[in-house]
């Protein structure tokens, strides 16, 4: 590894050793084998290095909790997606938005790829516009991680900070979402403000291999650092768990957004390859687009249940890795085969 990759990884070693202590938080003793994850997830943790692989696991009821580095705050990536989806289906339970709802857009509201709305959308993109129904965007943004979709969606909500607020008075904290994608993906590579030329994934790599390295990896040091867009795991937990529920929104929303959590067409190789083939799997992934030889982000975040019945939440985030795309899934799918021999 060069010089500056090997200080720039110690740089964010430094930032988790200062905000959480290593190791597993204090867990409660029950059917849940803490001694096993114990023993077992640190062989996990070292195969992830030099990123930082952080995993928690909540039994259905809420009296048995596993966490690995419980204060340390993870970049979100996507994961931010499904919260979003459920703050906006709080405001369709409050009547300030419907479903069927046609929100405007133009190309000035397209964010960068991931997004089947780009794709779709014609070249050159100036000039055209499009009407979706809010659960269309909210599907979207929750089942094929449309960047377009949530920014749009979130926009018509009230934005990011709504979004928190709405997060804090769930009595949800650690988890921040601070900007949109069209923010935050450009920034995380350093480059200029999103503009629709960029959609298509060429362009969007284009532009981004136009900026000179030292900056994409300075920028990705920068990002890694950065408190906004971040979740501790126990803060995934709550979310999963509250949710599950029926804390956060009505019956008939919950519902909904679950379905959407269990046909999401991305990570089919993370947690649900680890989890046996009877079992359902409600869940959001991230991901941060790797460059350099280094992926900021990759996560998974989900509801587990069994075939006999029994049901968990799992999050999984792992930081600043090195490892192949098949390396990074195989962590996430054997987390959760070590859960599921955890449960019993």
Not at 96 to 124: C, F, G, K, N, V
Request: charged share 20%; net charge neutral; hydrophobic share 45%.
């Amino acid at each position: 590894m060069e010089p500056a990759r090997r200080l720039f990884l110690m740089s964010f070693a430094g930032c988790l050793a200062s905000c959480a202590p290593t190791g597993p938080s204090a867990p409660k003793p029950g059917a849940l084998d803490t001694k096993l994850l114990d023993r077992d997830f640190p062989a996990l943790a070292a195969r992830a290095r030099p990123g930082f692989f952080n995993l928690g696991v909540l039994e259905e009821r809420g009296e048995q909790v596993w966490c690995w580095n419980d204060r340390a705050r993870m970049p979100m990536q996507s994961v931010f997606k499904a919260p979003l989806a459920a703050a906006a289906l709080a405001e369709v339970d409050a009547g300030r938005l419907r479903l069927d709802e046609r929100i405007h857009i133009t190309a000035l509201d397209l964010s960068p790829p991931r997004s089947p709305i780009d794709a779709a959308w014609p070249t050159p993109p100036e000039g055209r516009v499009m009407d979706m129904p809010a659960i269309d965007l909210i599907a979207l943004a929750v089942q094929q991680s449309d960047n377009t979709a949530a920014d749009v969606i979130m926009a018509r909500i009230g934005g990011p900070g709504a979004v928190t607020a709405w997060l804090r008075a769930k009595s949800i904290t650690d988890m921040s979402i601070d900007r949109y994608e069209r923010e935050l993906q450009p920034e995380l590579a350093g480059m200029e403000s999103f503009r629709p030329a960029w959609k298509d994934p060429a362009a969007w790599t284009t532009a981004r291999e136009s900026v000179p390295a030292a900056a994409r990896e300075a920028a990705m040091g920068a990002y890694l650092a950065d408190p906004r867009d971040t979740a501790t795991v126990p803060a995934a937990l709550s979310f999963l768990y509250k949710l599950s529920h029926g804390e956060l929104i009505s019956p008939a929303a919950t519902r909904l957004l679950l379905r959407l959590m269990s046909a999401t067409s991305t990570g089919v190789n993370r947690f649900r390859a680890g989890l046996p083939p009877s079992a359902a799997l409600a869940h959001k992934t991230g991901s941060a687009a790797t460059d350099l030889g280094l992926t900021p982000a990759t996560n998974d975040i989900g509801l587990v249940t069994l075939k006999d019945g029994r049901r968990f939440a799992i999050a999984g985030f792992l930081a600043a890795s090195t490892a192949t795309d098949a390396d990074r899934d195989r962590l996430f799918a054997d987390a959760a085969r070590l859960v599921v021999k955890a449960i019993g």
